[in-house]
């Protein structure tokens, strides 16, 4: 049996879309909302995806954590956690790093304003999480170098053959972790996969996953939970 998570950064509208199709197979994900996202979730829409999935907090203007004082570090970060709170009614227990930036203050921050966990974007091949403020991921939804050409290939419904690349990739990686029992984290934007017109391969990875008898879904949280503090 090998551990299935998944998180989305940032908060933009077409998370709904995530959460649908994770809804659809059965799979849990953390959802990292940044309070100033342009093109940003309603808070009735982050409310209802806290009906069905994890919400966790990003800061509040997407802040480079390690640039900032710690009042500043502690204002970011505690005011993004206490605004989810509001909106959602529930506890936020996890949180991402925005460019995946931590230093040790920020770290010590995350950690002293009761957090459970926070997702770097440190990479591994599915080992277990050794730090539950440093959770790792696998593999990222494809990051396509958005250049002119890819941008004239995909107005003219072609997808760029370095998309095909992640498609054989993500299996790749998906085997050897569920091979070694490890932890699998997906992560992605939402808004990069509508710009990157990976919809279709993105569910067709889901969908795959989604058949298999040796997987266990959680969320961000869930894991560190099932991890770190035993539960
Ligand atoms: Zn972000």
Known sequence: MFTFTTSWDDGD???????????????????????????????????????QQEIGAHTLTHADLPLLTKEEKIHEIQGSKEWLESVTGNSVHSFCYPYGRVDEETREVVASLGFKAARSSVKTLGTKPTDPYMLPVTTMTYRAP?????????????????????????????EKVAADEGYF???????????????????????????????????????????????
């Open 13 to 51: 509208k077409n998370d709904l879309r995530i959460a649908d199709l994770l809804d659809r197979y059965g799979m849990r994900g953390t959802f990292y909302i940044a309070k100033t996202q342009k093109n940003r979730l309603s808070e009735e829409d982050i409310l209802s995806l806290s009906k």
């Open 146 to 174: 958005y250049t002119p050409i890819t941008k004239i290939l995909l107005t003219a419904g072609v997808t760029p053959a370095s998309n095909s690349g992640w498609e054989v990739l993500v299996r790749e990686k998906l």
């Open 185 to 231: 984290h997906l992560w992605g934007h939402s808004w990069e996969i509508e710009k990157l017109k990976l919809w279709s391969s993105l569910e067709m990875f889901l969908k795959e996953v989604s058949l298999r008898k040796d997987v266990l879904y959680v969320s961000n949280g869930e894991l560190a939970d099932k991890v770190f503090y035993g539960e």
